[in-house]
């Protein structure tokens, strides 16, 4: 079974810190993405990462910043967490193409709560 | 940009009946994929079914079966036999070829009533 490991399920931090989280897979994915999950609005995606040391923006960048310098981690970053980042964090990992690709396999998440 | 809606945050029927989620999407694009995705209660988020909108015959997984309505760009969820395991909240997602770029909408909480 793919796997992907959010490296924390629960974090609480103070506003203007810097939080790093960070997802692994093992399956050898081309693409990686970072959603956040608030209810009501359902997911957002943050950014995608679809090669090594490769970006893309997502629909709500603004805040985040990411990092994928091995092909299995994804990183994303909150330079100085503010209140309203505290939100479920999810990563994700696929296959680039069509066929049996396209099919998202996500962690379990990672709540972070800004006070 | 795709877009996707799902106008009910929340249903709730007995074990056994069978159960629809709407969902309505929007996309520019020709040639996509549709997704029902199931979260249920503190544990990940798992594919339920997957529909390509080039195929007319609408997928089924099991007790799952989708309504695709290409032409009024409507994507609705069928559980049959609902069971409590089934209780999650679920999400429709688009994918449009060449995008990358998986989009959902913003979920139906769904509860299977004892």
């Known amino acids: 079974d793919v796997k992907v490991t959010q490296s924390s399920r629960y974090l609480v931090k103070r506003t203007g810190e810097k939080v790093f989280l960070e997802c692994v897979q093992d399956m050898d994915h081309e693409n990686m993405f970072w959603y956040r999950q608030d209810p009501g609005l359902g997911l957002r995606l943050i950014y995608f990462?679809?090669?090594?040391?490769?970006?893309e923006k997502g629909d709500i960048p603004e805040g985040y910043s990411v990092s994928r310098e091995k092909k299995e981690r994804f990183s994303l970053i909150l330079e100085s967490a503010s209140t309203n980042q505290t939100s479920m964090y999810l990563c994700?990992?696929?296959?680039?193409?069509?066929?049996?690709?396209?099919?998202?396999?996500f962690g379990a998440g990672s709540r972070l709560t800004v006070l | 940009a795709q877009t996707v809606t799902q106008s009910q945050p929340e249903m709730s029927v007995q074990e056994a009946e069978t159960v629809t989620l709407s969902c309505t999407y929007d996309?520019?694009?020709?040639?996509?994929?549709l997704f029902w995705y199931k979260q249920p209660p503190s544990r990940q988020m798992i594919l339920v079914i997957r529909q390509e909108a080039y195929k007319q015959q609408n997928a089924t997984e099991n007790r799952f079966s989708v309504n695709f309505q290409k032409a009024a760009k409507s994507f609705s969820l069928k559980i049959s036999d609902s069971q409590l395991g089934d209780t999650a909240m679920y999400f429709c997602a688009c994918y449009p070829f060449g995008n990358e770029k998986l989009t959902f909408g913003t979920g139906t909480r769904l509860t299977i009533i004892p």
């Open positions: 996309t520019s694009e020709n040639n996509y994929y």
């Open positions: 990462s679809y090669d090594v040391k490769m970006k």
């Open positions: 994700a990992s696929g296959e680039t193409g069509g066929g049996g690709a396209n099919v998202l396999t």
